[in-house]
Nanobody, 119 residues
Framework: QVQLQESGPGLVKASQTLSLTCTVS??????????WSWIRQPPGKGLEWMGA???????YYSPSLKSHTSISRDTSKNQFSLQLSSVTPEDTAVYYC???????????WGQGTQVTVSS
């Protein structure tokens, strides 16, 4: 059973960098053909895919967020991380990490972590 757990500060000030980490257990983030994603849901809105890091370390970003988003990984800890710079209150959301296999569905999600950006 794969488990994902988000961690990071719940409150960030505007203009600062939001940093979150997803710790994965029960499966390796280097297992072929799996992609490890960050997805968020602002209050009252739908899910927004932010980006992903692949099993081989390749990264992919939403075009609308690419300029201030970075996703990295630490294979020794089986973790991957999100950094979102220059945040604004519009970045307030529940942030999820999730796993998807190439050409398949998202099969495992973290429970989500609320991040509030204060002005």
């Amino acid at each position: 059973q794969v488990q994902l757990q988000e961690s990071g500060p719940g409150l960030v000030k505007a203009s600062q960098t939001l940093s979150l980490t997803c710790t994965v257990s029960g499966g390796s983030i280097t297992t072929s053909y799996y992609y490890w994603s960050w997805i968020r849901q602002p209050p009252g809105k739908g899910l927004e895919w932010m980006g992903a890091i692949a099993y081989d370390g390749s990264t992919y970003y939403s075009p609308s967020l690419k300029s201030h988003t970075s996703i990295s990984r630490d294979t020794s800890k089986n973790q991957f991380s999100l950094q979102l710079s220059s945040v604004t209150p519009e970045d307030t959301a529940v942030y999820y990490c999730a796993r998807v296999k190439y050409n398949s569905w998202y099969d495992y999600w973290g429970q989500g972590t609320q991040v509030t950006v204060s002005s």
